[in-house]
């Protein structure tokens, strides 16, 4: 569930909802517990866990505004998945370091925090006040752990009385956390062994399978809105001799710091894909097979003058021989593009090797490094 889909559930101010009576309250917590087990149980689908969670909260607590904070493990901040209450869109683009506010302080720690003052908590960050232009009284915060790691931190603003926050509300909100818990790691489950499908262990590229995939996808977009693409096929000349003389390992780290250096020297839109054994595959939407000849050049270059594995002090020099075909000029089919490009490619393996062919255009002439960056400097 994204922030934007939040504005589906009504803003209201909870601190004027009146509590739920006693023998009502606790039916209703028992019916939450069935209703967000059978959730987990029936469905992998997080949005779901988490709009219930979201509705229980709203209805039990009433807090007056709440959020749903997850962990960026890369980056060490906190980002809001989910914020409900007035000042939810100001949240959308704030990010928290972890360590800093009282959100960040329980995600470091992961322990319950519940400040009935902010004004007296030098943790408090009123940054995210100003942002929101709300005024933030009272915080309380519990980490979203699943085993030994937290996943995030649900928090609630202003949900604290004069009499403190109910031992009873804080164990209900605690076993929501767990249950949020157990579906942000189911989600980040099924999306891993998605990614296992179609990406490649060695260089995290896609592999062949999500290739055809894309391909199809492609084909199906540039025939509705009369686009051109094309692919570009590299194959490393003398890869094995790099087995042979520093091992598979190392071998595979190379191919590892290759799919890399693709994936930078890409656009966004752009696919790269290790094809099988020392093959690559770039996919250049919305590209003319003249564009794509320039990008096939710069990138045989980028593989040519480039030194490998260097930070191993291995200092390794290979040459690509490449290959491209462009959709419609060439083929309107998968197949045809994909044999085009190939045989583009192998025409450059069976002669001189280090080079670029181009399917009906044959071997093309490739500058050395040095005359073509001069011209590309002069062309601006």
């Given at each position: 569930?994204?922030?934007?889909e939040i504005k589906?559930?009504?803003?209201v101010?909870r601190?004027?909802?009146?509590?739920l009576?006693?023998e009502?309250?606790?039916?209703g917590e028992?019916?939450v517990?069935?209703e967000?087990?059978?959730?987990?149980?029936?469905?992998?689908?997080?949005d779901q866990?988490l709009?219930?969670?979201m509705?229980?909260?709203?209805?039990f607590l009433?807090?007056?505004?709440?959020?749903l904070?997850?962990?960026?493990e890369?980056?060490q901040e906190?980002?809001?998945?989910l914020?409900?209450g007035?000042?939810?869109?100001a949240?959308?683009?704030?990010?928290?370091?972890?360590?800093q506010?009282?959100a960040?302080?329980?995600?470091?720690?992961g322990?319950v925090?519940?400040?009935p003052?902010?004004?007296k908590d030098t943790?408090?960050?009123?940054?995210?006040?100003e942002?929101?232009?709300?005024?933030?009284?009272?915080?309380?915060?519990?980490?979203?752990r699943?085993r030994?790691?937290?996943l995030g931190?649900?928090?609630?603003?202003?949900c604290v009385?004069i009499?403190?926050?109910?031992p009873?509300?804080?164990?209900l909100l605690e076993?929501?956390s767990d249950?949020?818990a157990?579906?942000?790691?189911n989600?980040?489950h099924v999306k891993?062994?998605?990614e296992?499908?179609?990406?490649?262990?060695?260089t995290?590229?896609?592999?062949?399978?999500h290739m055809?995939f894309?391909l199809?996808?492609?084909?199906?977009?540039?025939q509705r809105?009369?686009?051109?693409?094309?692919i570009?096929?590299?194959?490393l000349?003398?890869?094995?001799q790099v087995?042979?003389t520093?091992?598979h390992?190392?071998?595979s780290?190379?191919?590892?710091?290759?799919?890399?250096?693709?994936?930078?020297?890409?656009?966004?839109?752009d696919?790269?894909f290790?094809?099988?054994?020392?093959?690559f595959?770039?996919?250049l939407?919305?590209t003319?097979?003249?564009n794509?000849?320039n990008?096939?050049?710069?990138?045989?270059r980028?593989?040519r003058?480039s030194?490998w594995?260097?930070?191993?002090?291995?200092n390794?020099?290979i040459t690509?021989s490449v290959g491209?075909a462009?959709?419609p000029?060439?083929s309107?089919?998968?197949?045809?593009l994909?044999?085009?490009?190939?045989?583009?490619?192998?025409l450059?393996?069976n002669?001189?090797?280090?080079s670029?062919?181009?399917?009906?255009?044959?071997?093309l002439?490739t500058?050395?490094?040095t005359t073509?960056?001069a011209?590309?400097e002069a062309?601006?």
């Amino acid at each position: 569930m994204s922030l934007d889909e939040i504005k589906q559930f009504p803003t209201v101010d909870r601190r004027r909802t009146p509590a739920l009576p006693e023998e009502r309250r606790e039916a209703g917590e028992v019916a939450v517990f069935q209703e967000l087990g059978k959730a987990l149980t029936s469905s992998l689908q997080l949005d779901q866990v988490l709009r219930t969670i979201m509705e229980k909260i709203d209805e039990f607590l009433r807090p007056d505004n709440w959020s749903l904070l997850l962990l960026d493990e890369a980056k060490q901040e906190l980002y809001f998945e989910l914020a409900v209450g007035k000042a939810s869109q100001a949240l959308k683009d704030v990010r928290i370091k972890l360590g800093q506010g009282i959100a960040g302080w329980v995600a470091q720690h992961g322990e319950v925090v519940i400040v009935p003052d902010t004004t007296k908590d030098t943790r408090f960050f009123g940054k995210v006040d100003e942002k929101t232009k709300m005024e933030t009284r009272s915080i309380v915060a519990v980490p979203v752990r699943f085993r030994d790691t937290c996943l995030g931190v649900i928090e609630l603003i202003n949900c604290v009385g004069i009499d403190g926050f109910d031992p009873r509300d804080l164990k209900l909100l605690e076993a929501l956390s767990d249950f949020a818990a157990i579906a942000l790691e189911n989600a980040r489950h099924v999306k891993r062994i998605h990614e296992l499908t179609i990406k490649d262990d060695c260089t995290s590229l896609y592999n062949a399978r999500h290739m055809g995939f894309i391909l199809d996808t492609e084909i199906y977009r540039s025939q509705r809105y009369n686009y051109e693409f094309s692919i570009v096929f590299i194959d490393l000349d003398h890869f094995k001799q790099v087995n042979d003389t520093h091992g598979h390992l190392v071998g595979s780290r190379l191919l590892a710091e290759m799919g890399e250096a693709l994936k930078t020297n890409c656009r966004l839109i752009d696919f790269a894909f290790r094809y099988g054994g020392d093959e690559f595959v770039i996919l250049l939407p919305q590209t003319s097979k003249d564009n794509a000849i320039n990008v096939a050049k710069r990138l045989h270059r980028l593989i040519r003058d480039s030194v490998w594995l260097k930070e191993e002090g291995l200092n390794i020099h290979i040459t690509p021989s490449v290959g491209l075909a462009a959709y419609p000029i060439d083929s309107k089919t998968k197949e045809g593009l994909l044999h085009l490009a190939d045989e583009a490619m192998y025409l450059v393996k069976n002669t001189n090797r280090d080079s670029v062919a181009a399917a009906n255009m044959g071997i093309l002439r490739t500058e050395d490094s040095t005359t073509t960056q001069a011209a590309e400097e002069a062309a601006g």
